[in-house]
Protein backbone atom coordinates (compact mmCIF):
# COMPACT_ATOMS: atom_id res chain seq x y z
CA UNK A 1 0.00 0.00 0.00
CA UNK A 2 1.26 3.09 -0.59
CA UNK A 3 0.73 5.56 2.47
CA UNK A 4 0.59 9.24 1.62
CA UNK A 5 2.75 11.53 4.08
CA UNK A 6 1.12 14.38 5.40
CA UNK A 7 2.95 17.65 5.53
CA UNK A 8 2.94 18.75 9.05
CA UNK A 9 3.00 22.67 9.44
CA UNK A 10 4.81 23.78 12.09
CA UNK A 11 3.25 25.77 14.63
CA UNK A 12 4.36 29.43 15.38
CA UNK A 13 2.89 30.04 18.56
CA UNK A 14 4.81 30.31 21.65
CA UNK A 15 3.51 28.24 24.48
CA UNK A 16 3.77 30.57 27.88
CA UNK A 17 1.94 28.03 30.31
CA UNK A 18 5.71 27.74 31.57
CA UNK A 19 6.08 31.08 31.64
CA UNK A 20 3.29 31.68 33.85
CA UNK A 21 4.36 28.87 36.09
CA UNK A 22 7.72 30.51 36.71
CA UNK A 23 6.35 34.21 36.84
CA UNK A 24 3.86 32.77 39.49
CA UNK A 25 7.75 31.14 41.53
CA UNK A 26 8.77 34.53 41.58
CA UNK A 27 5.67 36.14 42.67
CA UNK A 28 5.70 34.19 45.77
CA UNK A 29 9.81 34.81 46.33
CA UNK A 30 8.99 38.62 45.85
CA UNK A 31 6.36 37.99 48.81
CA UNK A 32 8.16 35.83 50.91
CA UNK A 33 11.16 38.49 50.59
CA UNK A 34 9.62 41.71 50.65
CA UNK A 35 9.32 41.88 54.22
CA UNK A 36 12.89 41.00 55.03
CA UNK A 37 14.32 43.83 53.11
CA UNK A 38 13.36 46.31 55.87
CA UNK A 39 14.39 44.71 58.74
CA UNK A 40 16.72 45.86 61.37
CA UNK A 41 17.14 45.74 65.44
CA UNK A 42 13.86 44.71 67.10
CA UNK A 43 12.66 48.11 69.21
CA UNK A 44 9.42 48.32 70.29
CA UNK A 45 8.59 51.54 68.52
CA UNK A 46 6.12 53.91 69.91
CA UNK A 47 2.21 54.17 68.09
CA UNK A 48 1.02 57.06 66.36
CA UNK A 49 -1.09 58.02 63.64
CA UNK A 50 1.36 59.33 60.47
CA UNK A 51 1.54 59.65 56.93
CA UNK A 52 4.31 57.27 55.40
CA UNK A 53 7.23 58.61 53.26
CA UNK A 54 7.20 58.90 49.82
CA UNK A 55 10.61 58.58 48.61
CA UNK A 56 12.48 56.19 45.82
CA UNK A 57 15.77 55.49 47.83
CA UNK A 58 16.18 53.21 50.65
CA UNK A 59 16.35 55.26 53.61
CA UNK A 60 19.25 55.20 56.10
CA UNK A 61 18.06 53.55 59.43
CA UNK A 62 19.89 54.22 62.54
CA UNK A 63 18.38 51.91 65.64
CA UNK A 64 18.43 52.95 69.21
CA UNK A 65 17.50 50.03 71.66
CA UNK A 66 16.21 51.07 75.57
CA UNK A 67 19.11 50.19 76.65
CA UNK A 68 21.19 52.72 74.71
CA UNK A 69 23.10 50.44 72.16
CA UNK A 70 22.97 52.01 68.61
CA UNK A 71 22.50 49.75 65.17
CA UNK A 72 22.94 51.05 61.30
CA UNK A 73 21.39 49.46 58.81
CA UNK A 74 24.94 49.55 56.95
CA UNK A 75 27.17 46.88 56.24
CA UNK A 76 27.07 43.30 57.03
CA UNK A 77 26.86 43.38 60.62
CA UNK A 78 23.30 45.36 61.21
CA UNK A 79 22.76 43.69 64.31
CA UNK A 80 25.75 44.04 66.18
CA UNK A 81 25.72 47.50 68.03
CA UNK A 82 28.17 50.30 66.45
CA UNK A 83 29.53 53.28 68.67
CA UNK A 84 28.29 56.82 68.01
CA UNK A 85 31.53 57.85 66.73
CA UNK A 86 31.26 55.14 63.67
CA UNK A 87 27.50 55.66 63.10
CA UNK A 88 28.27 59.70 62.53
CA UNK A 89 31.19 58.49 59.82
CA UNK A 90 29.20 56.13 57.71
CA UNK A 91 25.99 58.55 57.96
CA UNK A 92 28.58 61.36 56.50
CA UNK A 93 29.79 59.12 54.14
CA UNK A 94 26.78 58.21 52.49
CA UNK A 95 25.11 61.59 53.06
CA UNK A 96 28.46 62.83 51.17
CA UNK A 97 27.70 60.88 48.16
CA UNK A 98 23.74 60.89 48.15
CA UNK A 99 22.99 64.33 49.70
CA UNK A 100 19.32 63.41 49.59
CA UNK A 101 19.24 60.19 51.44
CA UNK A 102 16.49 60.16 54.24
CA UNK A 103 17.67 59.43 57.75
CA UNK A 104 15.44 57.53 60.19
CA UNK A 105 15.81 56.30 64.06
CA UNK A 106 13.70 53.61 65.00
CA UNK A 107 13.75 54.33 68.85
CA UNK A 108 12.43 52.08 71.31
CA UNK A 109 9.57 53.39 72.96
CA UNK A 110 11.22 52.60 76.49
CA UNK A 111 15.16 55.11 75.26
CA UNK A 112 14.89 58.12 77.25
CA UNK A 113 14.27 60.89 75.11
CA UNK A 114 16.87 63.25 75.76
CA UNK A 115 19.01 59.98 74.31
CA UNK A 116 16.96 60.38 71.20
CA UNK A 117 17.07 63.81 71.02
CA UNK A 118 21.04 63.45 71.49
CA UNK A 119 21.20 60.92 68.44
CA UNK A 120 18.89 63.27 66.34
CA UNK A 121 21.31 66.51 67.01
CA UNK A 122 24.51 64.42 66.05
CA UNK A 123 23.24 62.87 62.89
CA UNK A 124 22.46 66.75 62.25
CA UNK A 125 25.65 67.49 63.04
CA UNK A 126 27.21 65.46 60.40
CA UNK A 127 24.81 66.97 57.21
CA UNK A 128 21.64 64.88 57.62
CA UNK A 129 19.21 67.78 57.56
CA UNK A 130 15.84 66.31 58.40
CA UNK A 131 15.78 63.26 60.64
CA UNK A 132 12.60 61.45 60.56
CA UNK A 133 11.38 59.51 63.69
CA UNK A 134 9.63 55.78 62.59
CA UNK A 135 6.31 55.18 64.53
CA UNK A 136 3.93 51.99 64.22
CA UNK A 137 0.30 52.52 63.89
CA UNK A 138 -1.89 52.27 66.27
CA UNK A 139 -3.96 49.00 66.30
CA UNK A 140 -7.27 49.56 65.01
Known amino acids: MLRKHKKHRLV ?3 NVVP ?3 VMLVLLIVFMVTAPLLMQGVKVDLPQAPSEPLKKKEEPLIVSI ?3 GS ?3 NLGKN ?3 A ?3 EDIKRQVKNVLTGKPDTAVLVWGDEAVEYGKVVSLMT ?3 SVGAESVGLVTESPAP
Open 12 to 14: AEI
Open 19 to 21: YID
Open 65 to 67: RKD
Open 70 to 72: LYI
Open 78 to 80: EKQ
Open 82 to 84: VPL
Open 122 to 124: HLQ
